[in-house]
T-cell receptor
Framework: RKEVEQDPGPFNVPEGATVAFNCTYSNSASQSFFWYRQDCRKEPKLLMSVYSSGNEDGRFTAQLNRASQYISLLIRDSKLSDSATYLCVVNINTGNQFYFGTGTSLTVIP | DTGVSQDPRHKITKRGQNVTFRCDPISEHNRLYWYRQTLGQGPEFLTYFQNEAQLEKSRLLSDRFSAERPKGSFSTLEIQRTEQGDSAMYLC????????????FGPGTRLLVL
């Protein structure tokens, strides 16, 4: 079983829509959680860390459910510029190995 | 620009040749990571350095792969006797040595083995 699993999509949504991505992880000892964004043929860039209490950054909300071992990302009022691949990342041993999901592809349509 | 840099950005080689990639992390970052990414997949962890010490190696890192970080600053990743299956994007990332610290990625080296 993979350490991190994501629905690869693609998700095609109209501008202004709300879209949610989920990601599940297999190791209950996982300690740190992140969402990264990757544009086509570019390197991944941190979108937001995910904290136990959940956190929000503008139109983006991330939540962690340790009991069910999943994290989520909610994007409100989608913009064309949100089109990218969103990668779920889990760190099990602090500072050591980071496990990336396969990514979820989002296209926001005018 | 004080971000992570990688060199070269692209490399085309013939099967059986050796290749070496370089990564220069952000200067105050003592953690350095190498990943491999193929089309449609997320980055896969290869190895991790804390300063000059290589602390973790993935089972993906066969004996044809070797990485060094001799002075705890830049790092090199060498692939010997390249195979077509080595074709991928090789990404380097660095971070500070703190809990939940963000990794910053370089632009990657895209390798094509013919």
């Amino acid at each position: 079983r993979k350490e991190v699993e994501q629905d690869p999509g693609p998700f095609n949504v109209p501008e202004g829509a709300t879209v949610a991505f989920n990601c599940t992880y297999s190791n209950s000892a996982s300690q740190s959680f992140f969402w990264y964004r990757q544009d086509c043929r570019k390197e991944p860039k941190l979108l937001m860390s995910v904290y136990s209490s959940g956190n929000e950054d503008g139109r983006f909300t991330a939540q962690l459910n340790r009991a069910s071992q999943y994290i989520s990302l909610l994007i409100r009022d989608s913009k064309l510029s949100d089109s990218a691949t969103y990668l779920c990342v889990v760190n099990i041993n602090t500072g050591n190995q980071f496990y990336f999901g396969t990514g979820t592809s989002l296209t926001v349509i005018p | 620009d004080t971000g992570v840099s990688q060199d070269p950005r692209h490399k085309i080689t013939k099967r059986g040749q050796n290749v070496t990639f370089r990564c220069d992390p952000i200067s105050e970052h003592n953690r350095l990571y190498w990943y491999r990414q193929t089309l449609g997949q997320g980055p896969e962890f290869l190895t991790y350095f804390q300063n000059e010490a290589q602390l973790e190696k993935s089972r993906l890192l066969s004996d044809r792969f070797s990485a060094e970080r001799p002075k705890g600053s830049f790092s090199t990743l060498e692939i010997q006797r390249t195979e077509q299956g080595d074709s991928a994007m090789y990404l380097c990332a660095s971070s500070r040595d703190r809990l939940q610290e963000t990794q910053y990625f370089g632009p990657g080296t895209r390798l094509l083995v013919l």
